[in-house]
């Protein structure tokens, strides 16, 4: 997948971002503004690493340990999200528009999807009174494409 594909609203994104900042009383600083642009323009899903290996080409003494606490204030604000079910290291996904993931098992690949009805599911009522429900999400698990491939291969083989 193209690393450009959340791009073209990234500038929308940075105002939404800046706003969240101002309402939960964060200052706007280098750091913060770094992490977030980073982060929305993977689509990889990435771990707080990954993110610093790249924040560090425009910052390039941010210490793991700065993007890692920036990249959970983003996750509090809702400015990002840690993307379920991918164990430690935990990852993360700026893109907050509707929509899906698929984890490969194997070669740990976050896929986005969207499909529409799982946008809005059902919480049963049971649970609405015993649980505050933070987020609700559809998330699949099992093979790509790619790691299908080989699979069916080395069976042939
Ligand atoms: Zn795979
Ligand atoms: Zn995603």
Request: negative net charge; proline residues 4%.
């Amino acid at each position: 997948m193209p690393e450009n594909q959340h791009n073209s609203s990234n500038d929308n994104k940075l105002v939404d971002f800046e706003k969240r900042c101002r309402q939960h009383g964060l200052k706007i600083t280098p750091q913060r503004v770094a992490v977030y642009k980073t982060l929305v323009g993977m689509d990889t899903h990435p771990t707080a690493e990954e993110v610093c290996q790249k924040v560090r080409d425009e910052i390039s003494n941010i210490s793991l340990d700065t993007v890692n606490r920036t990249l959970h204030t983003l996750s509090e604000i809702g400015a990002a999200f840690v993307v379920e079910g991918t164990g430690q290291p935990r990852r993360f996904d700026g893109g907050l528009e509707d929509h899906q993931h698929f984890l490969c098992m194997k070669c740990g690949k976050v896929i986005d999807f969207h499909h529409k009805p799982f946008d809005n599911i059902d919480i049963p009522d049971e649970l609405k009174g015993q649980f505050k429900i933070l987020r609700k999400t559809v998330y699949l698990e099992g093979l790509c494409g790619m790691c299908m491939h080989i699979e069916n291969k080395s069976i042939i083989e």
